[in-house]
């Protein structure tokens, strides 16, 4: 079940990160405001284009290291980093007009979810597993 879930999670990151990365425009336009309101911060981020296509290409490899099994830690790690301030830039409910406030909630809501599944990979990863006993 652990791997079923780690392939399905790491495909819909793929998936996710190759579509943005054919078609970035419309990501890009999304991500503008809290990019622009990051940017005091850290002025040093590169064009908000630049960023979509390096977070949806991160997303895309990480994506596949998941589903390999590849580097158990960093892979979810980097996802779960990666996937807050995309959902907080895609699905920003609180400022979203009544008619699409609902929809925007769903997306959160599924986003949070995906997190939580990152999360436990992470988990099962970071533990530290003990030698049989008796051996």
């Known amino acids: 079940a652990r791997a079923a879930g780690q392939v399905l999670l790491g495909a819909l990151f793929m998936h996710g990160g190759c579509i943005t990365l054919a078609r970035p425009e419309p990501r890009a336009e999304a991500a503008a405001p809290l990019l622009a ?3 005091p911060a850290a002025p040093f981020l590169p064009a908000d284009l630049a960023v ?6 991160g997303q895309a490899a990480a994506g596949l ?9 960093a892979a979810p790690a980097f996802l779960a980093c ?4 995309t959902t907080a ?20 809501a599924k986003n949070a979810a995906i997190l939580s599944g990152l999360l436990a990979v992470l988990g099962q990863a970071t533990q ?8």
Do not use: K, T
């Open 82 to 85: 990666s996937l807050i301030p």
């Open 128 to 135: 530290v597993r003990e030698p049989p006993r008796g051996q």
């Open 52 to 57: 979509v296509r390096a977070n949806a290409g």
């Open 37 to 39: 309101r990051i940017r």
């Open 89 to 108: 830039a895609g699905h920003p409910f609180w400022d979203a007009a009544e008619e699409i406030r609902a929809r925007e909630v769903l997306h959160f």
């Open 65 to 73: 290291m998941l589903a390999a099994g590849a580097f158990p830690r």
